[in-house]
């Protein structure tokens, strides 16, 4: 091995990559289970960094740890040869493991200094660790010497060299007195990187005999001192103002060296008077912000982890008022070798083919040689199967027995890399590692890692299956990794189930079963709301949340990213947050978060308290007048709530004390106001702030200001005049308060004249009243009236002129010339003659027209105990409408005049008649006595008839089961006529009925009823359920056919001279198909007729609803003898039991209906 190359601290193992038609390199797991019996050449798991400075106190550990299979045996090499372990009783080497302990106790450590390298061994392979350079640090004494004392012009640079002895490592240098301060250091005095103080200029305060340099070293923790430096700054001809210049480095350029990765420090210090700034650029392109810093008052530029784009001219500036300097420092950036990939171990099957890769980088380009077993692989025999190319090394058709450990050294003149990488030759059936039967739970939407981790060589192919039947494919949605896992990009419900993998080689095979539930994510339906409360209020924040039933949530509450407070106050219920009594410090972000095992959803909203804002303080009276004051104050705490405006409120101490009233209002911005005043006053203020929250407590008051007393500025409101009986006027006012006085000795000067009438003014002075009463006017006439105020100061302004009037009194004239106009039977008009204003005596109101109905028409006596009924007409008015009359009566009526004092007398009674009209509604409607076929309807008339009454209108129609309305039938009837009977109606219906009654004038209102007939629950349900069907008709047809007979066998009997019982023949045969109904019950009886006859079945019945009987019922012979009954061909009957055919041929339609079998059958009945 080349020892004379540098080895890079650091462990790692060999990149293995392979080609794309190559075996991919086989990860051995970690799983111990499986690592155990399996073969493992050595691998460096712990080592010391290559540079290790030792504490000469204390022993000397070198760390050498390794695993393999079967365990590693260690030894070690001290500067390139064997060092014998064992030899050494000062040197202990660890039980299973390589590690040194050196006891350097009584011995000289410099003994053990050194090039350390240990070698890790089994009989698969030989790894080795980096060269490991072993030192003892040092904190040497500083060199005696003597300083002389230094004498320097004032304003002139100076530089105070250090030079401290050299440590290991390199020693922390600072400045310090005789008393160990540290020197002050600025722009002007600063320390250079190498540990010299300079000053860019020197001035008399600098002058001491105690500069001294500190050296500390780290490892020792000692601190040494170098000799005082005297420093004296003359005055005796100081150095003028100049230009900059650098003191360090010198010159107009100068190089820099760093290495990648490394830190980059730029030092430009400057002398010059005043002191100079300093400042950077980089020619040509800008300076990394984010990894560079200013140091030293920026005389040092320090850049971090230093890349190849650091690289270029970096200028330094330094600027007075006299002038600038530049300096320009060329930086270049190497790189010691470094990781492009790390290197990692190969597991091949035999006959397989590997690839190593020792892919590194650096400036200059690192070189790369090979090593086996620690071995140059050049100086290894020759091997077919392996070929080095540079940074590759290709193993091609590897065998049993060739595993072994390489090593990748790269290097260049920064330093280099060495990397262990093992090549083992295994032949293992297939493994899985993941265990059985393993549930995999996913959120839906997300994706789905099924994995299926194997081991076994060669490396086994991965298949997948679902629900053990379907092959999954690498394509959407599913994707096989290399390492065989399974993922579902986006997993869906419908992706649960049962999934199989079987990892197989050319060895074997192995199935593993693990299974997928696909979860509904949890999501926040109801996120809390941004809350805005008032201190002592109660906030909630409502969290309500969604999430897979089969999972079990929490919610969990956040104050500002923290924990709630632990406060019996915050309640935490299953869907909220309840913060009672709410504080200033509950103000901040609440946060539910709802938690799953699987994932988690949250959601924030801010609380703020707020409050009244606090009261103002610091009130100040400034630009004081007679009638102005400037007020200002400082704003109290808004509580999180605006300030909206400032009330500024006012007490008077001399007239109201006690009171505070509202002056004036400013805007919340403001904290000022001006202030307008009033005289004769006691003034004190207070300000009143409000927010959205409300208004704050009132401020402290103000000091008192007093104004002085004035005339009144105003005279009093509200003057008016008003007689209250006749020959009177009082005038009142609304007095003028305290505050609107202005002054003591408030009175009121009350003047008044008759208008248009008296030129002079009559006065007099009143006060402490509101009103003065002016006896002996004449009856409501208009007068001028003024009220002014005046008190000891002067009077008020002229008062204005205001119209009164004196008392009124009753009027004295009625209305003439009272006309009626009928317009119709309900509406009058009324005209008359207005009264002469004089007659009044007042304010005209209007006229009161007083009517009253006296009798009807059609009725000879008056009623009593009519209702009078007035209407008011407002104003100067000579006629009015009278609405609302009743047709058809007799009217009586009045009009008076009305003033304010009340009304004057009646006119002349006027009688008046309204003309017919039509009538109002029957006063009821009843139908009544429902029959089959008929129904009686009565009726009442009108209580109003409005006229002379000529009869009803009665309307009816039938209303079927689906509330249609069938044809109307109208019949009409005289005034004497309530009642009528309808025959011949359906039977089973519904009937409507209307009914109005009329006048000459026309017909009134309609009054509506509804009745039903009598239901036929024989025959007519039997008609409606099956008188259409086919065998129905056919046997109608045989009954008629069997009647037929029986009446041909009775006529016979009958000519013979017999009677034939039909009762009997019934009662024998009980055939209900050939039964008469009884008319009164509806069951089948005898047969019978009458005069009258029996109508056929599905005609109309009589009006009277009625079927009457005859007084025989027994058999045909009862109803006549040799009569001129015959029978058609078919049997029917042509002729009538009684001999009455003309007038039953006549009587209409009674046999009309009779076509169908119904009604056929039923002829014979």
Request: hydrophobic share 30%.
């Amino acid at each position: 091995m080349d020892w004379n190359r540098k080895w890079v601290p650091g462990v790692g193992a060999v990149l293995l990559t392979l080609l794309s038609h190559m075996t991919s390199a086989l990860e051995v797991p970690l799983d111990p289970k499986v690592l155990e019996g399996l073969p493992q050449p050595p691998t460096i798991t712990l080592q010391s960094p290559k540079d290790y400075i030792f504490d000469p106190r204390e022993n000397i550990v070198i760390h050498c740890e390794a695993k393999g299979k079967p365990q590693p045996s260690f030894s070690w090499t001290r500067n390139g040869t064997h060092f014998d372990v064992e030899k050494d009783s000062k040197v202990l080497m660890k039980p299973g493991s390589g590690t040194l302990v050196i006891d350097i106790s009584g011995e000289k450590a410099e003994a053990y200094e050194g090039t350390y390298q240990c070698t890790a061994h089994n009989e698969h392979g030989t790894a080795v660790t980096n060269n490991i350079v072993i030192r003892q640090s040092r904190s040497p004494l500083w060199s005696k010497e003597r300083n002389e004392a230094i004498m320097v012009q004032k304003g002139v640079s100076l530089v105070l060299q250090c030079r401290p002895p050299a440590g290991l490592p390199p020693p922390v240098i600072f400045w310090m007195d005789n008393n160990f301060q540290k020197l002050p250091l600025d722009k002007r005095v600063s320390q250079a990187l190498n540990g010299d103080l300079y000053f860019s200029n020197v001035f008399p305060e600098d002058t001491r005999s105690d500069y001294i340099c500190y050296a500390r070293f780290p490892h020792t923790q000692t601190i040494q001192q170098k000799q005082p430096i005297s420093v004296t700054v003359l005055d005796s001809s100081p150095e003028g103002e100049r230009r900059p210049g650098f003191m360090l480095p010198l010159g107009t350029t100068s190089t820099k060296m760093v290495l990648k990765g490394e830190t980059l420090e730029l030092e430009c210090i400057a002398e010059g008077l005043p002191t100079p700034d300093i400042s950077w650029q980089k020619d040509g392109g800008e300076l990394p912000s984010n990894r560079m810093s200013y140091h030293n008052f920026k005389k040092t530029l320090k850049i971090s982890d230093v890349s190849e784009d650091d690289g270029g001219n970096y200028r330094c500036t330094a600027t007075n008022n006299m002038g600038t300097v530049h300096h320009i420092i060329k930086v270049t950036v190497k790189a010691a070798p470094f990781w492009v990939s790390v290197p990692r171990n190969l597991i091949l099957a035999p006959n397989e083919t590997g690839m190593l890769t020792c892919r590194v980088n650096g400036e200059p380009k690192p070189r790369i040689d090979w090593f086996v077993n620690g071995v140059p692989i050049e100086n290894t025999p020759e091997d077919p199967s392996r070929k080095v190319e540079d940074d590759t090394v290709i193993l091609s058709n590897v065998q049993s027995g060739s595993s072994a450990v390489y090593q990748c050294n790269a290097s260049n003149e920064f330093g280099y890399l060495l990397a262990n990488a093992f090549v083992s030759v295994l032949a293992e059936p297939p493994r899985v590692l993941t265990p059985p039967n393993q549930v995999y739970q996913v959120i839906t939407n997300n994706p789905a890692l099924l994995h299926c981790a194997s081991f076994g060589s060669p490396i086994p192919t991965i298949t997948w299956f679902k629900d053990s039947q379907i092959s999954i494919r690498n394509a959407d949605p599913y994707v096989i990794h290399e390492n065989g896992t399974l993922e579902i990009n986006v997993a869906q419900p419908l992706n649960s189930g049962k999934y199989t993998c079987i990892a197989g080689n050319n060895l074997g095979i192995k199935e593993n079963h693990v299974f997928l539930e696909v979860k509904e994510p949890t999501r926040i339906l109801k996120q809390p709301e941004y809350k805005v409360v008032q201190r002592g209020m109660s906030a909630v924040f409502e969290c309500k949340v969604k999430h897979d039933p089969s999972l079990i949530p929490t919610m969990t509450w956040l104050k500002d990213k923290g924990e709630l407070p632990d406060d019996e106050r915050f309640e935490v219920d299953a869907d909220s947050l309840t913060i009672k009594d709410v504080t200033d410090e509950d103000e901040g972000t609440y946060t539910c978060i709802m938690n799953t095992t699987l994932d988690q959803d949250s959601a924030s909203a801010m609380l703020t308290v707020v409050e009244k804002p606090d009261p103002p303080t610091d009130l100040e009276l400034t630009d004081q007048t007679e009638r102005s004051v400037q007020l200002t104050w400082t704003p109290g705490d808004e509580n999180n709530s605006p300030i909206e405006k400032f009330v500024i409120q006012y007490e008077d101490l001399l007239h109201q004390p006690g009171v505070w009233t509202n002056l004036t209002e400013v805007p919340g911005s403001s904290t000022t106001a001006q202030l307008h005043l009033s005289p004769y006053v006691y003034y004190s203020f207070r300000v009143v702030a409000k927010n959205q929250v409300g208004y704050s407590e009132p401020s402290q008051s103000s000091r008192q200001y007093r104004t002085n007393p004035a005339a009144p500025d105003e005279n009093p409101s509200g003057v008016q005049g008003v007689g209250t009986d006749p020959g009177n006027l009082v005038v009142s006012w609304t007095p003028l308060t305290g505050f609107q006085s202005n002054g003591p000795g408030l009175e009121y000067k009350v003047q008044w004249r008759q208008k248009d009438v008296e030129k002079e003014w009559s006065a007099h002075n009143v006060a402490n009243i509101s009103q003065w009463v002016v006896s002996g006017t004449p009856t409501y006439v208009p007068y001028e009236i003024k009220v002014q105020a005046f008190n000891d100061y002067g009077s008020g302004p002229e008062p204005e002129v205001v119209i009164g009037y004196s008392g009124e009194d009753l009027p004295l004239s009625a209305p003439e010339s009272v006309q009626v106009m009928v317009h119709n039977s309900t509406l009058a008009e009324v005209h008359w003659e207005p009264v002469s204003t004089p007659s009044v005596r007042g304010k005209l109101q209007g006229y009161k027209v007083y009517y009253s109905r006296q009798r009807g028409l059609h009725e000879t006596e008056e009623e009593t105990d009519q209702e009078e009924q007035v209407l008011t007409f407002s104003g100067n008015r000579s006629e009015g409408r009278l609405p609302g009359l009743q047709p058809y009566s007799v009217y009586n009526l009045f009009i008076k005049v009305l003033n304010n004092k009340g009304e004057g007398p009646p006119s002349p009674s006027k009688t008046f008649e309204t003309p017919e009209g039509v009538p109002g509604p029957p006063s009821f409607l009843n139908v009544i006595n429902p029959g089959l076929e008929s129904l009686t309807v009565e009726w009442g008339p009108p209580i109003n008839n409005n006229g002379r009454l000529t009869g009803y209108t009665l309307k009816y129609q039938p209303v079927n089961n689906t509330s249609e309305l069938g044809p109307v039938q109208v019949m009409t009837f005289l005034a004497n006529e309530t009642t009528i009977t309808l025959s011949n109606l359906n039977s089973s219906m519904l009937y409507k009925f209307y009914l109005s009654a009329k006048t000459n004038k026309g017909s009134g209102p309609i009054i509506t009823e509804e009745a039903l007939t009598v239901m036929d629950t024989t025959v007519a349900s039997r008609q409606v359920d099956i008188a259409t069907q086919g065998w129905f008709i056919g046997l109608m047809c045989a009954i008629a056919l069997l009647i037929l007979v029986l009446l041909i066998v009775c006529f016979i009997k009958r000519n013979k001279g017999g009677k034939y019982p039909v009762k009997e023949k019934e009662d024998a045969h009980q055939d209900p198909e050939i039964q008469p109904m009884k008319e009164d019950d509806g069951t089948f009886g005898e047969y019978s007729d009458t005069e009258d006859h029996k109508p056929l079945k599905g005609s109309r019945t009589p009006s009277n609803g009625t079927v009457r009987r005859d007084e025989s019922d027994d058999s045909l012979v009862d109803y006549g003898e040799g009569g001129d009954g015959q029978f058609n061909e078919d049997g029917s009957f042509i002729g009538q039991y009684s001999g009455k055919k003309e007038k039953d041929t006549h009587e209409g339609n009674e046999s009309s209906e009779a076509p169908s079998p119904v009604n056929a059958m039923n002829s014979f009945v």
